[in-house]
């Protein structure tokens, strides 16, 4: 069964620093991009970044290019996404989920269940 | 970026009954391929997103034939017939054309 669970969340206070992961496992991690993706208390969906199957090739929002890093393990089957500078708007539950295909991703499965990260003081 | 609108915000329905959701992009979806990267995905309470439709009308594993994708360019719709209480939730169109990746800001569909 294709699945991934992120891990790494929590409360930090505005101006820390934070890392997530995301275990995948029942399909070949290294054959496939990964994104993460966000969602605000109550808010609809945000991307936020991608990292190709070998990292060669990462994408972030605007939101937060200069703060966050996607990064990845292959032989460990995990991707992380370190959070430095954090702000309040980057409250949210944040999403690990596949990219299978070109560009940004023909198929976008299978999602994390999310892990919830509060910026507060 | 490419901004994508979704029509209505909410669309209260009968069991039973049909829905229609609207998602319009700001530019074309059209990649150089020439494949069209228009996803939609269902979000049910306290889930995470669950893809429903991808390449604007190809169904995805295990979704129910109910549930339907069409369109081009830059107009597309998502058809969910026979509405059942299992598809109340938010519902949102992607793009994965191009990055940034954008979203739809969702339509929730409830039972009237």
């Known amino acids: 069964q294709e699945q991934l669970v992120e891990s790494g969340g929590g409360v930090v206070q505005p101006g820390r620093s934070l890392t997530l992961s995301c275990g995948a496992s029942g399909f070949t991690f290294r054959s496939y991009g990964m994104h993460w993706i966000r969602q605000a208390p109550g808010k609809g969906l945000e991307w936020v970044a991608t990292i190709w199957f070998d990292g060669s090739k990462k994408y972030y929002a605007d939101s937060v290019k200069g703060r966050f890093i996607v990064s990845r393990d292959n032989p460990e089957n995990t991707l992380y996404l370190q959070m430095s500078s954090l702000r309040v708007e980057d409250t949210a539950v944040y999403y690990c989920?596949?990219?299978?295909?070109?560009?940004?991703?023909?198929?976008?499965?299978?999602w994390g269940p999310g892990i919830p990260v509060t910026v507060s003081s | 970026d490419i901004v994508m609108t979704q029509t209505p915000l909410s669309s209260p329905v009968t069991l039973g009954q049909s829905a229609s959701i609207s998602c319009r992009s700001s530019q074309s979806l059209v990649h150089s391929d020439g494949n069209t990267y228009l996803s939609w995905l269902q979000q049910r309470p306290g889930q995470p997103p669950r893809l429903l439709i991808y390449?604007?009308?190809n169904r995805f594993s295990g979704v129910p034939d109910r549930f339907s994708g069409s369109g081009a360019g830059t107009d597309f719709t998502l058809k969910i017939s026979r509405v059942e209480a299992e598809d109340v939730g938010v519902y949102y169109c992607m793009q994965t054309t191009q990055f940034p990746l954008t979203f739809g800001g969702g339509t929730r569909v409830e039972i009237k």
């Open positions: 390449k604007i009308s």
């Open positions: 989920a596949r990219l299978v295909g070109p560009a940004g991703g023909e198929v976008t499965d299978p």
